[in-house]
T-cell receptor, first 113, second 113 residues
Framework: SQTIHQWPATLVQPVGSPLSLECTVEGTSNPNLYWYRQAAGRGLQLLFYSVGIGQISSEVPQNLSASRPQDRQFILSSKKLLLSDSGFYLC????????????FGQGTRLTVV | DQQVKQNSPSLSVQEGRISILNCDYTNSMFDYFLWYKKYPAEGPTFLISISSIKDKNEDGRFTVFLNKSAKHLSLHIVPSQPGDSAVYFCAASAGGGADGLTFGKGTHLIIQP
């Protein structure tokens, strides 16, 4: 069976510090990978998606970047965090064929202080 | 421009009664719709889906109805149970593209004893 791991679960970082959130998927190969952010009153906003190693598509301009160094690893980064980067970040994966449905990790609550 | 709309931020229902969560969409290219359930500080979990070739899909206590002409779908939960208290997200995809799902802002369902 497929599982998705996302860490850390919570993170408190000062403004201007770097960020690295990691996500790995097990039990499947060549998944589509996604980073979403849930902000209060705004639902789930797609930030990045990737259809393969080194292939990143950005949905919204922002202070964040994503990388996919391995097939089942997806990393969300920032060089300098802003207060507005606070939120609940979710990693997800989906199959590349058939109906598209996303399977989510447990999420990371990021608080920038 | 919000393509998937959940106009009720919250809904309160008595235990044992029917819960009806509504979702409207504007993109006529959407052909697959999903409902996710989310508890606080956890990632969303898939609940039920429906293809645009159907108008109803049932799974236990959960039924999703799709009205394509009205661009409207609804999730019915009957009977409602305390464990159903959560935020419910409606999501849609167009043609199974890799750019993931478009989510509504969510409806917080509260089941009262």
């Amino acid at each position: 069976s497929q599982t998705i791991h996302q860490w850390p679960a919570t993170l408190v970082q000062p403004v201007g510090s770097p960020l690295s959130l990691e996500c790995t998927v097990e039990g499947t190969s060549n998944p589509n990978l996604y980073w979403y952010r849930q902000a209060a009153g705004r639902g789930l906003q797609l930030l990045f998606y990737s259809v393969g190693i080194g292939q990143i598509s950005s949905e919204v301009p922002q202070n964040l970047s994503a990388s996919r160094p391995q097939d089942r690893q997806f990393i969300l980064s920032s060089k300098k965090l802003l207060l507005s980067d606070s939120g609940f970040y979710l990693c997800a994966w989906s199959r590349t064929r058939g109906r598209v449905g996303a399977f989510f990790g447990q999420g990371t609550r990021l608080t920038v202080v | 421009d919000q393509q998937v709309k959940q106009n009720s931020p919250s809904l309160s229902v008595q235990e044992g009664r029917i819960s009806i969560l509504n979702c409207d969409y504007t993109n006529s290219m959407f052909d697959y719709f999903l409902w996710y359930k989310k508890y606080p500080a956890e990632g969303p979990t898939f609940l039920i889906s429906i293809s645009s070739i159907k108008d109803k899909n049932e799974d236990g206590r959960f039924t999703v109805f799709l009205n394509k002409s009205a661009k409207h779908l609804s999730l019915h939960i009957v009977p409602s149970q305390p464990g159903d208290s959560a935020v419910y997200f409606c999501a849609a995809s167009a043609g199974g593209g890799a750019d993931g799902l478009t989510f509504g802002k969510g409806t917080h369902l509260i089941i009262q004893p």
